[in-house]
């Protein structure tokens, strides 16, 4: 198991650096999140970061198994200038409950100009309820001129939930 994850995420990370078109790794899509910054919004989480400085927050909304409101913090350590390790808290809210997640990667530029960013790294959630795994790869893009992100999240299709 931790050996497929791995394998998946080294695929995904080859994808996400352009190295192979996405076509050519056939990696199951789990869900999709898309992710809005609001310069206005307050941190929703008080807890300190693994790591980084506090970037920004925003809101936004998940699809097929992540179906739901997101509501997200971002904390980055941007001291080199084409990678920045990258730590999101965050949450999927819906049914009235809340599923908690941290999500960890590294963002690297495709523009000259860096206003757009790849991304590639591992969603972490408290169970396996959600994704039926604890925790899954992903990979997405960073618009820095709308402030908005999209991550697709990668799962194993015979994952099933733990007992």
């Not at 869900?31 to 809005?36: G, K, P, Q, T, V």
């Not at 200038?81 to 809210?93: C, I």
């Not at 590294?106 to 969603?123: E, F, N, Q």
């Not at 908005?148 to 299709?157: E, Q």
């Amino acid at each position: 198991m931790i050996l497929a994850l791995a394998h998946k995420a080294a695929c995904a990370a080859i994808v996400v650096a352009g190295l192979l078109p996405a076509g050519a790794i056939a990696a199951p899509k789990a869900a999709e999140i898309s992710l809005a910054y609001h310069a206005s919004q307050a941190k929703w989480n008080p807890e300190a970061p693994l790591f980084g400085a506090y970037i920004g927050s925003g809101d936004g909304s998940g699809s097929g198994a992540l179906a739901g409101i997101v509501h997200w913090d971002l904390y980055e350590d941007q001291t080199l200038p084409d990678q920045h390790p990258a730590f999101f808290r965050g949450v999927v809210e819906r049914n009235g409950q809340q599923h908690p997640f941290k999500m960890i990667g590294i963002y690297t530029p495709v523009s000259a100009d860096k206003k757009h960013w790849r991304l590639s790294g591992t969603i972490v959630f408290d169970d396996d309820q959600v994704l039926k795994a604890r925790h899954a790869p992903i990979v997405g893009s960073f618009d820095g001129t709308t402030g908005t992100a999209h991550y697709a999240v990668l799962t194993d299709a015979k994952a099933k939930p733990s007992p």
